[in-house]
């Protein structure tokens, strides 16, 4: 469904996409993860033909991008980072307007019209303003128009960044019925729950480059030990010089917190009894674990 | 810059662009023209009626219909202007409905096609509204000639709504589009003939007038409000349409600088 071989880009002297290759299969949801400015938002602008490659091959459903990115964007429903409903219209009209864009007739988009407030649940809203919608109802709004012309494909930029837990969870749950529905998605995210929880594969993006490819659960299994034990409190340093690396496989200290990682807690777990003054977590480890490792620790602006 | 530069490739996709704009107007239509309307109906009466009683005929023609021809073309320069200045700056950067737009199978040739043909059409409803006070006020020589105004106000609208558009795409913020109109547009209004005749100016003044745009787009409005086939119409045309489409383009590239990166 969507094909990418060798695909850079350079700003001056910034590589900000460096040979990307990714291979989305049809009725995949795929997630590309990474820091900020890892390139992820201008892989999807590559990918919409809205900026020129320096190398490299884009398809879309065996479309040829940039060169027939209008043909393209026909079979492409897109949900951007930041919200640009049109503040001059109202919930229907901007649905209206969006479809338009496509090329419809009035009459096919205003017969999409339920179905799509229905799936926002925005259903008794059709005549809000925008203004009037929370930020949740403006990201539920934007998905709706990102469907108006029944797109095979939907490229979603952060979709949940800024919203509550409750509104995530809305946007989630309207996510899991298109792919249900068959329809692909790519999707960018910097939540490693968001990614454990929608996509069939993941690739972990850093500086331009994919630095890790594969589905959350083998990304876990091949990349990191199964089970985490966080420790925090006095002493940790005494503590860390002492027994970490004896008692943990592997161990990195961040901030005022060691993370010891391993096969078993048991031992661990057991030796922390003799000392009162730290507390611990134990948890299996996570996609997070898996990122943090693979893109390092240090904080990205 | 330069590579940003090449000929637009025009497609019919910026009608929904125009449509758009054409929506939201329409909630506010109104007073939209009575605005169109009472704007230079006060400028004529107020000015046209009041100083003019001081003057003489100019070329031939009261002071209030010298003025009323002047004010067709200064009023739908305006109209544009305002349009592809601060309505599509707050488009295309406040509310980003251009980057939207532009997510769907639209290039933003065709965006920035949709915001000129709208602005033309702005200039056109600001025309008709001063060609109806012209009528109703009985300041024209010959009816029939006074509807050539009509293609003459749509040529004024591409040509400030296309020179207007870079400014939009150059533009920071609101604050710098009083430089345009402070370096630009106020200038072109004394130095080309809206209110008192070009040849009242210095011999030097008169030579940058003739090369301004507002004075084309006076140079034919004036004699088709009197009732003349205007001359030189071909020179006037051919110099409207140039400032329209260079600045199209050169708005493109610029935008497309802005945007497309």
Known sequence: MLKVQGLCKRYGDTEVVRSLDLDVRRGECFGLLGPNGAGKTTTLRLLLGLIEPDCGSIEIDGIAVPQHAREARMKV??????????????????????????????????????????FAGLAGKADALIAQLSGGMKRR??????????????????????L?????????????????????????????????????????????????????????????????????????????????????????????????????????????????????????????????????????? | MIKHLRLPLLSWRFIPVWHRNYQVWKKLAIP???????????????????????????????YITFLAAGTVAYSTMNAATFEVLYSSFSRMHVQRTWDAILNAPLTLDDVMLGELTWAVTKSLLSGLAILAVIWGLGLFGNFWMTLWIIPVVALVGFCFGGMGLVMNAVSPSYDFFLYYFTLVITPMVLLCGVFFPVSQLPALLQGVSAWLPLTHAIDLARPL?????????????????????????????????????
């Open chain 2, 32 to 62: 939209a023209i009575l605005g169109n309307l009472a704007d230079p109906m006060l400028y004529m009466l107020g000015l046209g009626y009041g100083l003019g009683s001081l003057l003489p005929d100019i070329g031939g023609m009261p």
């Open chain 1, 164 to 301: 509550d837990p409750q509104a995530r969870h809305l946007i989630w749950q309207g996510l899991r019925r298109l792919i249900a529905d068959g329809k692909t998605i790519v999707l960018t995210t910097h939540f490693m729950d968001e990614a454990e929880r929608l996509t069939d594969r993941l690739a972990i993006l850093d500086h331009g480059r994919i630095v890790a490819e594969g589905s959350p659960r083998a990304l876990i299994e091949s990349h990191i030990e199964p089970v985490v034990v966080e420790v925090f409190g006095e002493g940790l340093a005494d503590w860390t010089r002492n027994h970490a690396a004896s008692l943990c496989r592997r161990f990195e200290t961040v901030g005022e917190t060691l993370f010891c990682y391993l096969d078993n807690a048991d031992t661990v777990i057991d030796a922390l009894k003799h000392a009162p003054t730290l507390r611990y977590l134990h948890r299996p480890s996570s996609l997070e674990d898996v990122f943090l490792k693979l893109t390092g620790r240090d904080l990205r602006d």
């Open chain 2, 225 to 261: 409000v009197v009732g003349n086939m205007p001359d030189n119409i071909l020179l006037h045309v051919t110099a409207l349409l140039v400032y329209g489409s260079l600045g199209y383009v050169i708005a493109l590239a610029f935008t497309r600088r802005r945007l497309l990166r």
């Open chain 1, 77 to 118: 429903g897109v949900v951007p980072q930041m919200d640009n409903l049109d503040p001059d219209f109202s919930v229907c009209e901007n649905l209206l307007a969006y479809g338009r864009y496509f090329g419809m007739e009035k009459s096919a988009i205003a017969a999409r019209v339920p179905e799509l407030l229905e």
């Open chain 1, 141 to 162: 709004l934007t998905l709706a128009r990102a469907l108006v012309h029944d797109p095979d494909i939907l490229f979603l930029d952060e979709p949940t960044t800024g």
